[in-house]
């Protein structure tokens, strides 16, 4: 099972431990083979809509910027148990914060 898991954007500027842990995190995951890609992401964006065969671009933001997310992980788990752990751990090293996941479909 694939997961896509996005974190919103935080006010708080993380400090050289938190990177540090995060950087032995992640080392975890793609050494077990588990973590597919990750990045931050971009706050302003733009958004693309179709009508009547006519594509839209419409250039953000769109909110607040601590209400979007503000970075990503791809991972590929046994179950969604296993999924919803590796977000405990990732709070367990950035704190209290938001995250949004949902399984990705597909080859």
Do not use: C, H, W
């Not at 990177?19 to 733009?46: I, Q, R």
Request: cysteine-free.
């Amino acid at each position: 099972m694939r997961y896509l898991m996005m974190s919103k954007t935080s006010d708080q500027q993380p400090d050289q431990q938190v990177y540090a842990e995060m950087a032995k995190f992640v080392e975890e995951l793609t050494a077990k083979g588990v973590l597919l890609a990750t990045g931050g992401l971009d706050t302003t964006g733009f958004k693309l809509s179709a009508r009547d065969g006519e594509v839209t671009v419409t250039d953000g933001p769109f909110t607040e910027a601590n209400e979007v997310a503000g970075g990503f992980v791809l991972v590929e788990v046994r179950s969604k148990e296993e999924a919803i752990e590796l977000g405990r751990r990732f709070f367990a090293i950035v704190g209290d914060g938001e995250a949004f996941a949902q399984e990705v479909y597909g080859p």
